[in-house]
């Protein structure tokens, strides 16, 4: 099974900046679809952004136009643009790749926007 190892995470302030990656250990040629969930403790995964492997994106109502997710096939690696960073976007972020139905993931990024 693909190894997913995310990074990028920490502290921000309000309307600030990260840049989330996750680094495959195999091609992400071969997965179909690569995304980024996140998770506020005790409350279910939340869809944040998808990628296919043909490019084409999708986004959560929360984050469009301040998000953006981008894949570098050559680094086996996947973005995830954070812009005007709000505190409501403080979670875990995950990253996770479908090949069929099976799905990997990532052990987790923890993005905290505070002041």
């Known amino acids: 099974q693909v190894q997913l190892v995310e990074s990028g995470g920490g502290l921000v302030q309000p309307g600030g900046s990260l840049r989330l990656s996750c680094v495959a250990s195999?091609?992400?040629?071969?997965?179909?679809?690569l995304g980024w969930y996140r998770q506020v403790l005790a409350k279910p995964r939340e869809l944040v952004a998808t990628?296919?492997?043909?490019?084409?994106?999708n986004y959560a109502d929360s984050v469009k136009g301040r998000f953006a997710i981008s894949r570098d096939n050559a680094k086996n690696t996947v973005y995830l643009q954070m812009n005007s960073l709000k505190p409501e976007d403080t979670a875990v972020y995950y990253c996770?790749?479908?090949?069929?139905?099976?799905?990997?993931w990532g052990q987790g990024t923890q993005v905290t926007v505070s002041s």
């Open positions: 195999e091609s992400i040629f071969r997965f179909s679809i």
């Open positions: 996770y790749a479908d090949r069929g139905v099976l799905r990997s």
């Open positions: 990628i296919t492997g043909g490019g084409s994106t």
